[in-house]
Protein backbone atom coordinates (compact mmCIF):
# COMPACT_ATOMS: atom_id res chain seq x y z
CA UNK A 1 0.00 0.00 0.00
CA UNK A 2 1.21 3.32 -0.70
CA UNK A 3 2.38 5.46 2.26
CA UNK A 4 0.01 7.74 3.29
CA UNK A 5 -0.48 10.36 6.21
CA UNK A 6 -3.25 12.67 7.43
CA UNK A 7 -2.47 15.28 9.87
CA UNK A 8 -5.08 17.90 11.23
CA UNK A 9 -3.94 21.23 12.13
CA UNK A 10 -5.18 21.52 16.10
CA UNK A 11 -3.26 24.73 16.91
CA UNK A 12 -4.54 28.12 16.61
CA UNK A 13 -1.84 29.41 14.32
CA UNK A 14 -1.55 28.64 10.21
CA UNK A 15 1.85 27.28 9.19
CA UNK A 16 3.72 26.74 6.20
CA UNK A 17 3.34 23.12 4.65
CA UNK A 18 7.18 22.74 5.15
CA UNK A 19 7.25 24.01 8.64
CA UNK A 20 3.87 22.08 9.67
CA UNK A 21 5.21 19.04 8.19
CA UNK A 22 8.65 19.21 10.15
CA UNK A 23 6.54 19.58 13.25
CA UNK A 24 5.08 16.25 12.56
CA UNK A 25 8.72 14.53 12.49
CA UNK A 26 9.03 15.00 8.48
CA UNK A 27 13.07 15.20 7.63
CA UNK A 28 14.40 17.76 5.38
CA UNK A 29 15.52 14.71 3.34
CA UNK A 30 11.91 13.30 3.20
CA UNK A 31 10.14 16.84 2.43
CA UNK A 32 12.67 16.82 -0.54
CA UNK A 33 11.58 13.67 -1.87
CA UNK A 34 8.06 14.65 -1.16
CA UNK A 35 8.28 17.96 -3.83
CA UNK A 36 10.33 15.62 -5.91
CA UNK A 37 7.87 12.54 -6.68
CA UNK A 38 5.19 12.59 -3.78
CA UNK A 39 2.06 14.72 -3.47
CA UNK A 40 -0.02 16.50 -1.07
CA UNK A 41 -4.02 17.40 -0.12
CA UNK A 42 -5.00 19.94 1.59
CA UNK A 43 -8.43 19.59 2.73
CA UNK A 44 -9.22 16.71 0.26
CA UNK A 45 -8.12 19.01 -2.25
CA UNK A 46 -4.47 18.78 -4.35
CA UNK A 47 -2.38 21.56 -3.21
CA UNK A 48 0.93 23.26 -4.00
CA UNK A 49 4.08 23.14 -1.51
CA UNK A 50 3.41 27.19 -0.85
CA UNK A 51 0.25 26.77 0.78
CA UNK A 52 -0.90 27.71 4.29
CA UNK A 53 -2.07 25.18 6.97
CA UNK A 54 -4.77 27.13 8.68
CA UNK A 55 -6.14 26.14 12.04
CA UNK A 56 -8.47 23.19 11.30
CA UNK A 57 -7.42 22.73 7.95
CA UNK A 58 -6.61 18.89 7.23
CA UNK A 59 -2.85 17.88 5.60
CA UNK A 60 -2.72 14.26 3.61
CA UNK A 61 1.05 13.76 2.61
CA UNK A 62 1.55 10.76 0.03
CA UNK A 63 4.90 9.67 -0.35
CA UNK A 64 6.86 8.46 -2.82
CA UNK A 65 7.80 4.50 -2.40
CA UNK A 66 11.08 3.59 -1.00
CA UNK A 67 12.49 1.26 -3.99
CA UNK A 68 14.79 -1.28 -3.16
CA UNK A 69 18.52 -1.19 -3.22
CA UNK A 70 19.71 -3.60 -5.64
CA UNK A 71 22.71 -4.04 -3.72
CA UNK A 72 20.92 -5.37 -1.12
CA UNK A 73 19.64 -9.26 -1.64
CA UNK A 74 16.43 -10.88 -0.73
CA UNK A 75 16.52 -13.66 1.41
CA UNK A 76 13.74 -16.53 1.77
CA UNK A 77 14.31 -17.06 5.14
CA UNK A 78 12.23 -16.88 7.64
CA UNK A 79 12.21 -14.51 10.82
CA UNK A 80 10.27 -14.79 14.01
CA UNK A 81 8.05 -11.87 13.95
CA UNK A 82 6.74 -11.04 17.48
CA UNK A 83 4.84 -7.79 16.34
CA UNK A 84 3.80 -6.12 13.03
CA UNK A 85 1.75 -2.80 12.34
CA UNK A 86 1.78 -0.60 8.96
CA UNK A 87 4.81 0.69 9.90
CA UNK A 88 6.34 -1.30 12.49
CA UNK A 89 7.68 -4.47 12.67
CA UNK A 90 9.48 -6.52 16.06
CA UNK A 91 11.36 -9.34 15.56
CA UNK A 92 13.10 -11.86 18.08
CA UNK A 93 17.01 -11.84 15.72
CA UNK A 94 18.66 -15.39 16.65
CA UNK A 95 22.43 -15.77 18.28
CA UNK A 96 24.47 -16.22 14.85
CA UNK A 97 22.00 -13.99 12.69
CA UNK A 98 24.20 -10.79 11.41
CA UNK A 99 21.91 -7.96 11.63
CA UNK A 100 23.26 -5.82 8.39
CA UNK A 101 24.92 -6.57 5.29
CA UNK A 102 28.52 -6.54 4.94
CA UNK A 103 31.71 -8.30 3.33
CA UNK A 104 31.53 -11.44 4.61
CA UNK A 105 27.45 -12.23 4.62
CA UNK A 106 25.50 -10.30 2.02
CA UNK A 107 22.97 -12.72 1.31
CA UNK A 108 21.46 -13.65 4.43
CA UNK A 109 21.22 -11.43 7.09
CA UNK A 110 18.01 -10.07 8.97
CA UNK A 111 17.93 -7.24 6.41
CA UNK A 112 18.03 -9.41 3.24
CA UNK A 113 15.26 -11.40 5.24
CA UNK A 114 12.96 -8.91 6.58
CA UNK A 115 13.05 -7.30 2.98
CA UNK A 116 12.34 -10.64 1.50
CA UNK A 117 8.99 -10.68 3.50
CA UNK A 118 7.91 -7.72 2.68
CA UNK A 119 8.45 -8.18 -0.89
CA UNK A 120 6.16 -11.74 -0.25
CA UNK A 121 3.39 -9.29 1.38
CA UNK A 122 3.49 -6.85 -1.57
CA UNK A 123 4.76 -4.30 0.34
CA UNK A 124 5.96 -0.97 -1.94
CA UNK A 125 8.65 0.54 0.09
CA UNK A 126 11.60 -2.59 0.32
CA UNK A 127 14.28 -0.43 2.04
CA UNK A 128 13.42 -1.49 6.11
CA UNK A 129 15.70 0.65 8.68
CA UNK A 130 16.79 -1.24 11.41
CA UNK A 131 16.46 1.07 14.24
CA UNK A 132 18.37 -1.44 16.59
CA UNK A 133 20.43 -3.86 16.09
CA UNK A 134 22.44 -6.56 17.90
CA UNK A 135 26.05 -8.26 17.09
CA UNK A 136 25.57 -11.09 15.11
CA UNK A 137 26.02 -13.71 18.81
CA UNK A 138 23.75 -11.96 20.67
CA UNK A 139 19.87 -12.90 20.41
CA UNK A 140 16.60 -11.13 21.17
CA UNK A 141 14.24 -7.93 20.04
CA UNK A 142 14.86 -5.71 17.12
CA UNK A 143 12.91 -2.59 16.20
CA UNK A 144 12.42 -1.93 12.28
CA UNK A 145 10.74 0.98 10.69
CA UNK A 146 9.03 0.03 7.30
CA UNK A 147 9.15 3.10 5.75
CA UNK A 148 10.76 6.69 5.84
CA UNK A 149 8.29 8.15 8.59
CA UNK A 150 8.70 5.64 11.19
CA UNK A 151 12.58 5.37 10.36
CA UNK A 152 12.87 9.77 10.51
CA UNK A 153 10.60 9.47 13.82
CA UNK A 154 12.31 6.71 15.30
CA UNK A 155 15.90 8.04 14.71
CA UNK A 156 14.48 11.30 16.46
CA UNK A 157 14.35 8.98 19.71
CA UNK A 158 16.96 7.11 19.61
CA UNK A 159 19.12 10.23 19.14
CA UNK A 160 17.63 11.21 22.54
CA UNK A 161 17.96 8.08 24.37
CA UNK A 162 14.08 7.60 24.27
CA UNK A 163 14.14 3.77 23.50
CA UNK A 164 14.70 1.75 26.03
CA UNK A 165 16.21 -1.58 25.95
CA UNK A 166 17.07 -4.00 28.52
CA UNK A 167 19.41 -7.70 28.28
CA UNK A 168 20.21 -10.62 30.05
CA UNK A 169 23.89 -11.67 30.04
CA UNK A 170 25.44 -14.45 32.25
CA UNK A 171 29.23 -13.25 32.89
CA UNK A 172 31.90 -14.99 34.82
CA UNK A 173 32.55 -14.47 38.11
CA UNK A 174 30.51 -12.75 40.86
CA UNK A 175 29.91 -9.19 40.74
CA UNK A 176 31.19 -7.43 44.01
CA UNK A 177 27.83 -5.15 43.46
CA UNK A 178 24.36 -6.20 43.07
CA UNK A 179 23.57 -2.97 41.10
CA UNK A 180 26.22 -0.47 39.10
CA UNK A 181 26.17 2.10 36.93
CA UNK A 182 29.43 1.78 34.44
CA UNK A 183 30.25 4.99 33.18
CA UNK A 184 33.90 4.89 31.14
CA UNK A 185 34.90 5.44 27.43
CA UNK A 186 35.19 3.24 25.05
CA UNK A 187 36.89 3.37 21.69
CA UNK A 188 38.99 1.21 19.40
CA UNK A 189 42.87 0.80 19.46
CA UNK A 190 44.13 1.30 16.19
CA UNK A 191 42.42 -1.24 13.13
CA UNK A 192 41.57 -3.70 15.80
CA UNK A 193 37.96 -4.33 15.63
CA UNK A 194 37.70 -5.42 19.52
CA UNK A 195 37.20 -2.38 21.28
CA UNK A 196 38.26 -1.13 24.61
CA UNK A 197 37.75 0.97 27.72
CA UNK A 198 40.30 3.94 26.37
CA UNK A 199 40.38 7.48 28.03
CA UNK A 200 40.17 9.45 24.70
CA UNK A 201 36.81 7.08 23.97
CA UNK A 202 33.65 7.84 23.50
CA UNK A 203 31.30 8.25 26.73
CA UNK A 204 29.31 5.17 27.37
CA UNK A 205 27.24 4.28 30.38
CA UNK A 206 25.90 0.84 31.14
CA UNK A 207 23.49 -0.05 34.14
CA UNK A 208 22.76 -3.64 35.90
CA UNK A 209 21.71 -5.75 38.24
CA UNK A 210 22.10 -8.91 39.44
CA UNK A 211 19.37 -11.30 39.14
CA UNK A 212 21.15 -14.65 39.96
CA UNK A 213 24.33 -15.89 40.42
CA UNK A 214 26.22 -19.39 40.89
CA UNK A 215 29.43 -20.99 42.05
CA UNK A 216 31.01 -19.51 39.18
CA UNK A 217 28.23 -17.48 37.19
CA UNK A 218 26.02 -14.40 37.29
CA UNK A 219 23.00 -13.60 35.41
CA UNK A 220 22.87 -9.59 35.19
CA UNK A 221 19.68 -7.33 34.12
CA UNK A 222 21.37 -4.13 32.24
CA UNK A 223 20.14 -1.03 30.96
CA UNK A 224 21.78 0.88 27.96
CA UNK A 225 21.94 4.22 28.47
CA UNK A 226 24.04 4.82 25.07
CA UNK A 227 24.85 2.36 22.33
CA UNK A 228 28.18 1.72 21.43
CA UNK A 229 29.75 -1.21 19.62
CA UNK A 230 30.07 -3.93 22.30
CA UNK A 231 29.33 -2.09 24.78
CA UNK A 232 27.54 -4.49 27.08
CA UNK A 233 30.64 -6.68 26.45
CA UNK A 234 33.74 -4.56 26.90
CA UNK A 235 32.06 -2.66 29.59
CA UNK A 236 31.55 -6.39 31.86
CA UNK A 237 35.32 -7.30 31.09
CA UNK A 238 36.68 -4.20 32.13
CA UNK A 239 35.09 -5.11 35.23
CA UNK A 240 37.03 -8.17 34.64
CA UNK A 241 33.81 -10.28 34.24
CA UNK A 242 33.48 -10.86 30.59
CA UNK A 243 30.11 -12.90 29.32
CA UNK A 244 30.36 -16.34 29.24
CA UNK A 245 31.60 -17.95 25.49
CA UNK A 246 32.47 -14.46 24.29
CA UNK A 247 35.42 -15.29 22.44
CA UNK A 248 36.50 -11.81 21.06
CA UNK A 249 36.66 -10.61 24.73
CA UNK A 250 37.97 -13.69 26.58
CA UNK A 251 35.42 -15.27 28.27
CA UNK A 252 34.99 -18.34 29.43
CA UNK A 253 34.41 -20.86 26.44
CA UNK A 254 33.53 -23.91 28.64
CA UNK A 255 30.37 -23.01 30.44
CA UNK A 256 28.16 -24.50 27.32
CA UNK A 257 27.50 -21.89 25.41
CA UNK A 258 28.47 -21.30 22.11
CA UNK A 259 28.17 -17.84 22.07
CA UNK A 260 28.43 -14.64 24.08
CA UNK A 261 25.62 -15.35 26.29
CA UNK A 262 23.66 -12.16 25.45
CA UNK A 263 19.68 -11.72 24.90
CA UNK A 264 17.90 -7.95 24.20
CA UNK A 265 15.01 -9.46 26.32
CA UNK A 266 12.89 -6.21 26.48
CA UNK A 267 11.93 -3.06 24.11
CA UNK A 268 10.01 -0.17 24.92
CA UNK A 269 9.86 3.08 22.36
CA UNK A 270 6.93 5.66 21.75
CA UNK A 271 4.77 5.02 18.55
CA UNK A 272 3.98 8.46 17.37
CA UNK A 273 2.42 7.62 14.81
CA UNK A 274 -0.19 5.96 16.72
CA UNK A 275 0.35 8.02 20.06
CA UNK A 276 0.85 5.09 22.35
CA UNK A 277 3.90 3.20 24.17
CA UNK A 278 4.60 -0.17 22.61
CA UNK A 279 6.15 -3.27 25.02
CA UNK A 280 7.55 -6.37 24.41
CA UNK A 281 9.28 -8.87 26.71
CA UNK A 282 10.82 -12.31 25.58
CA UNK A 283 11.80 -15.24 27.47
CA UNK A 284 15.65 -16.10 28.01
CA UNK A 285 16.59 -18.63 24.99
CA UNK A 286 17.23 -22.01 25.96
CA UNK A 287 21.00 -21.89 25.83
CA UNK A 288 20.96 -19.65 28.09
CA UNK A 289 18.07 -21.47 30.00
CA UNK A 290 20.28 -24.30 30.01
CA UNK A 291 22.95 -23.10 32.05
CA UNK A 292 21.06 -21.55 35.14
Known amino acids: MTL ?4 ANNDKIEYGIKQFLVK ?3 S ?5 DLKHDGDILLNHDHTKFDAQVKPGDELMVIFPDEQSDNEVAFSEQPIDIIYEDDNWLVVNKPAGLTSVPGPSNREDTLVNRIKGYLRKKGSHDLKPHLITRLDRFTSGLVLIAKNRLANSLANQQVAKH ?5 YYAIVDGKLEKSHAIIDQPIGRVGDNF ?6 DGKNAVT ?3 VETSSSNNTMVKIKLHTGRTH ?9 GHPLLGDQLYNGPLDRGIKRQALHAYYLKFHDDL ?3 DREFKLDLPADMKAIL
Open 4 to 7: KFTW
Open 24 to 26: KGV
Open 28 to 32: HRMYN
Open 162 to 166: QIEKY
Open 194 to 199: RREVIA
Open 207 to 209: EYW
Open 231 to 239: QIRVHMTAL
Open 274 to 276: SNV
